[in-house]
T-cell receptor, first 118, second 113 residues
Framework: GAVVSQHPSRVICKSGTSVKIECRSL??????MFWYRQFPKQSLMLMAT?????????EQGVEKDKFLINHASLTLSTLTVTSAHPEDSSFYIC??????????????FGPGTRLTVL | GESVGLHLPTLSVQEGDNSIINCAYS??????FIWYKQESGKGPQFIID?????DKRQGQRVTVLLNKTVKHLSLQIAATQPGDSAVYFC????????????FGAGTRLAVHP
Protein backbone atom coordinates (compact mmCIF):
# COMPACT_ATOMS: atom_id res chain seq x y z
CA GLY A 1 0.00 0.00 0.00
CA ALA A 2 0.90 3.67 -0.22
CA VAL A 3 3.49 4.85 2.24
CA VAL A 4 3.44 8.52 1.21
CA SER A 5 0.21 10.39 0.62
CA GLN A 6 -0.53 13.78 -0.86
CA HIS A 7 -3.57 15.98 -0.51
CA PRO A 8 -5.30 17.19 -2.54
CA SER A 9 -4.80 15.04 -5.63
CA ARG A 10 -6.16 17.78 -7.86
CA VAL A 11 -6.78 21.45 -7.30
CA ILE A 12 -8.05 24.21 -9.54
CA CYS A 13 -7.70 27.76 -8.35
CA LYS A 14 -7.96 31.31 -9.60
CA SER A 15 -4.92 33.37 -10.42
CA GLY A 16 -3.64 35.25 -7.39
CA THR A 17 -4.81 32.79 -4.77
CA SER A 18 -2.60 30.56 -2.63
CA VAL A 19 -2.74 26.79 -2.61
CA LYS A 20 -1.46 24.42 0.07
CA ILE A 21 -0.39 20.87 -0.74
CA GLU A 22 0.23 18.33 2.00
CA CYS A 23 2.67 15.43 1.96
CA ARG A 24 2.46 12.78 4.66
CA SER A 25 4.58 9.75 5.42
CA LEU A 26 2.04 7.17 6.55
CA UNK A 27 3.84 4.72 8.80
CA UNK A 28 7.32 6.09 9.18
CA UNK A 29 8.98 9.30 10.24
CA UNK A 30 10.83 11.47 7.78
CA UNK A 31 13.08 14.26 8.95
CA UNK A 32 13.63 15.12 5.30
CA MET A 33 11.14 15.26 2.47
CA PHE A 34 11.55 16.47 -1.08
CA TRP A 35 9.31 18.45 -3.39
CA TYR A 36 9.39 18.04 -7.16
CA ARG A 37 7.65 19.72 -10.00
CA GLN A 38 6.83 18.04 -13.29
CA PHE A 39 5.55 19.71 -16.44
CA PRO A 40 3.77 17.60 -19.08
CA LYS A 41 6.05 15.21 -20.94
CA GLN A 42 9.03 16.31 -18.89
CA SER A 43 11.10 14.92 -16.08
CA LEU A 44 10.80 15.62 -12.39
CA MET A 45 12.69 18.69 -11.26
CA LEU A 46 13.70 18.96 -7.64
CA MET A 47 12.39 22.18 -6.12
CA ALA A 48 13.44 21.97 -2.52
CA THR A 49 14.41 19.82 0.41
CA UNK A 50 12.07 20.09 3.37
CA UNK A 51 13.79 19.72 6.74
CA UNK A 52 11.93 19.03 9.95
CA UNK A 53 12.74 21.68 12.51
CA UNK A 54 14.70 23.93 10.18
CA UNK A 55 14.39 25.93 7.00
CA UNK A 56 13.88 24.29 3.66
CA UNK A 57 16.74 24.18 1.19
CA UNK A 58 15.74 25.45 -2.24
CA GLU A 59 17.28 24.51 -5.55
CA GLN A 60 18.75 27.20 -7.74
CA GLY A 61 16.10 29.20 -9.53
CA VAL A 62 13.25 28.27 -7.19
CA GLU A 63 11.72 31.26 -5.42
CA LYS A 64 11.48 30.55 -1.71
CA ASP A 65 8.91 33.31 -1.18
CA LYS A 66 6.76 31.87 -3.93
CA PHE A 67 6.91 28.25 -2.79
CA LEU A 68 6.65 28.16 0.99
CA ILE A 69 7.63 24.91 2.64
CA ASN A 70 6.85 23.96 6.20
CA HIS A 71 7.92 20.67 7.73
CA ALA A 72 5.48 20.75 10.61
CA SER A 73 6.15 17.32 12.05
CA LEU A 74 8.10 14.16 11.37
CA THR A 75 5.29 12.92 9.12
CA LEU A 76 4.05 16.09 7.43
CA SER A 77 5.48 18.61 4.99
CA THR A 78 3.43 21.27 3.24
CA LEU A 79 4.09 23.22 0.07
CA THR A 80 2.19 26.46 -0.37
CA VAL A 81 2.15 28.04 -3.79
CA THR A 82 1.56 31.72 -3.05
CA SER A 83 -0.15 34.10 -5.45
CA ALA A 84 -0.46 31.35 -8.01
CA HIS A 85 -0.39 32.16 -11.72
CA PRO A 86 -1.15 30.03 -14.76
CA GLU A 87 2.55 29.29 -15.26
CA ASP A 88 2.54 27.57 -11.85
CA SER A 89 0.16 24.96 -13.23
CA SER A 90 2.03 21.68 -12.93
CA PHE A 91 2.18 18.27 -11.29
CA TYR A 92 3.73 18.56 -7.82
CA ILE A 93 5.19 15.42 -6.27
CA CYS A 94 6.74 14.86 -2.87
CA UNK A 95 9.00 12.08 -1.68
CA UNK A 96 10.31 10.85 1.64
CA UNK A 97 13.25 8.56 2.35
CA UNK A 98 12.61 5.55 4.52
CA UNK A 99 15.42 3.54 6.03
CA UNK A 100 15.01 -0.12 5.20
CA UNK A 101 17.66 -2.78 5.64
CA UNK A 102 20.71 -1.52 7.44
CA UNK A 103 21.36 2.06 6.51
CA UNK A 104 19.83 1.94 3.05
CA UNK A 105 17.25 4.60 2.39
CA UNK A 106 14.49 4.04 -0.14
CA UNK A 107 12.70 7.06 -1.56
CA UNK A 108 8.96 6.73 -1.56
CA PHE A 109 6.99 9.07 -3.76
CA GLY A 110 3.56 10.47 -3.21
CA PRO A 111 0.87 10.13 -5.88
CA GLY A 112 1.26 13.76 -6.94
CA THR A 113 -0.99 16.82 -6.94
CA ARG A 114 -2.22 18.32 -10.20
CA LEU A 115 -2.45 22.09 -9.85
CA THR A 116 -4.32 24.09 -12.45
CA VAL A 117 -4.33 27.87 -12.14
CA LEU A 118 -6.97 29.65 -14.19
CA GLY B 1 12.37 1.44 -32.84
CA GLU B 2 13.15 4.69 -31.09
CA SER B 3 11.84 8.11 -31.90
CA VAL B 4 12.23 11.46 -30.31
CA GLY B 5 8.99 13.14 -29.29
CA LEU B 6 8.46 16.73 -28.32
CA HIS B 7 10.12 16.23 -24.96
CA LEU B 8 10.33 12.54 -24.15
CA PRO B 9 11.90 9.99 -26.45
CA THR B 10 9.66 7.00 -27.07
CA LEU B 11 10.61 3.36 -27.36
CA SER B 12 8.01 1.21 -29.11
CA VAL B 13 8.21 -2.55 -28.69
CA GLN B 14 6.09 -5.57 -29.40
CA GLU B 15 4.61 -7.49 -26.51
CA GLY B 16 6.97 -10.29 -25.55
CA ASP B 17 10.10 -8.57 -26.88
CA ASN B 18 12.89 -7.37 -24.65
CA SER B 19 13.22 -3.62 -24.03
CA ILE B 20 16.36 -1.64 -23.36
CA ILE B 21 16.06 1.87 -22.00
CA ASN B 22 19.17 3.99 -21.76
CA CYS B 23 20.18 6.85 -19.53
CA ALA B 24 23.22 9.08 -19.21
CA TYR B 25 24.02 10.62 -15.84
CA SER B 26 25.99 13.72 -15.12
CA UNK B 27 27.87 13.46 -11.86
CA UNK B 28 30.85 11.13 -11.83
CA UNK B 29 30.79 11.24 -8.01
CA UNK B 30 27.27 9.76 -7.79
CA UNK B 31 27.39 6.35 -6.21
CA UNK B 32 23.81 5.19 -6.21
CA PHE B 33 21.32 4.99 -9.06
CA ILE B 34 17.67 4.12 -9.25
CA TRP B 35 15.21 3.34 -12.03
CA TYR B 36 11.63 4.51 -11.61
CA LYS B 37 8.45 3.79 -13.55
CA GLN B 38 5.81 6.48 -13.80
CA GLU B 39 2.32 5.83 -15.10
CA SER B 40 0.19 8.70 -16.30
CA GLY B 41 -1.02 10.94 -13.48
CA LYS B 42 0.85 9.02 -10.78
CA GLY B 43 4.02 9.38 -8.77
CA PRO B 44 7.21 7.47 -9.66
CA GLN B 45 7.41 3.84 -8.60
CA PHE B 46 10.71 2.20 -7.62
CA ILE B 47 11.86 -0.56 -9.99
CA ILE B 48 15.46 -1.39 -9.23
CA ASP B 49 18.61 0.23 -7.92
CA UNK B 50 22.34 -0.23 -8.23
CA UNK B 51 25.37 1.02 -6.37
CA UNK B 52 28.51 2.17 -8.09
CA UNK B 53 30.52 -0.81 -6.82
CA UNK B 54 28.42 -3.03 -9.08
CA ASP B 55 28.04 -3.09 -12.85
CA LYS B 56 24.96 -5.28 -13.05
CA ARG B 57 21.98 -6.10 -10.90
CA GLN B 58 19.00 -8.30 -11.69
CA GLY B 59 15.46 -8.24 -10.44
CA GLN B 60 12.30 -9.91 -11.59
CA ARG B 61 12.25 -9.46 -15.40
CA VAL B 62 14.49 -6.38 -15.05
CA THR B 63 18.23 -5.90 -15.20
CA VAL B 64 20.16 -2.71 -14.65
CA LEU B 65 23.61 -2.22 -16.13
CA LEU B 66 25.99 0.49 -15.01
CA ASN B 67 28.98 1.71 -17.00
CA LYS B 68 30.82 4.22 -14.86
CA THR B 69 33.46 4.87 -17.49
CA VAL B 70 30.97 6.56 -19.80
CA LYS B 71 28.42 7.46 -17.08
CA HIS B 72 25.71 5.34 -18.61
CA LEU B 73 22.88 3.27 -17.18
CA SER B 74 20.52 0.92 -18.92
CA LEU B 75 17.35 -0.85 -17.87
CA GLN B 76 16.51 -4.09 -19.58
CA ILE B 77 12.98 -5.46 -19.36
CA ALA B 78 12.52 -9.05 -20.42
CA ALA B 79 9.35 -10.24 -22.14
CA THR B 80 7.79 -6.79 -22.14
CA GLN B 81 4.10 -6.72 -21.28
CA PRO B 82 1.38 -4.11 -21.95
CA GLY B 83 1.45 -3.25 -18.25
CA ASP B 84 5.04 -2.12 -18.68
CA SER B 85 3.87 0.82 -20.79
CA ALA B 86 4.88 3.93 -18.86
CA VAL B 87 7.60 6.56 -18.63
CA TYR B 88 10.86 5.33 -17.18
CA PHE B 89 13.32 7.60 -15.39
CA CYS B 90 16.78 6.98 -14.11
CA UNK B 91 17.84 8.94 -11.07
CA UNK B 92 21.20 9.51 -9.49
CA UNK B 93 21.48 10.10 -5.80
CA UNK B 94 23.31 13.30 -5.19
CA UNK B 95 26.47 12.41 -3.36
CA UNK B 96 26.25 15.56 -1.28
CA UNK B 97 23.90 13.81 1.10
CA UNK B 98 20.24 14.09 2.11
CA UNK B 99 19.30 11.41 -0.42
CA UNK B 100 18.61 14.08 -3.03
CA UNK B 101 17.60 12.56 -6.35
CA UNK B 102 18.43 14.06 -9.71
CA PHE B 103 16.23 12.65 -12.44
CA GLY B 104 17.17 11.98 -16.04
CA ALA B 105 15.04 13.08 -18.96
CA GLY B 106 12.90 9.96 -19.12
CA THR B 107 11.83 7.55 -21.86
CA ARG B 108 8.30 6.59 -22.75
CA LEU B 109 7.88 2.86 -23.33
CA ALA B 110 4.96 1.91 -25.57
CA VAL B 111 4.18 -1.80 -25.72
CA HIS B 112 2.07 -2.95 -28.64
CA PRO B 113 0.15 -6.24 -28.70
Amino acid sequence: GAVVSQHPSRVICKSGTSVKIECRSLDFQATTMFWYRQFPKQSLMLMATSNEGSKATYEQGVEKDKFLINHASLTLSTLTVTSAHPEDSSFYICSAPRTTSGSTDTQYFGPGTRLTVL
Amino acid sequence: GESVGLHLPTLSVQEGDNSIINCAYSNSASDYFIWYKQESGKGPQFIIDIRSNMDKRQGQRVTVLLNKTVKHLSLQIAATQPGDSAVYFCAEVFSGGYNKLIFGAGTRLAVHP
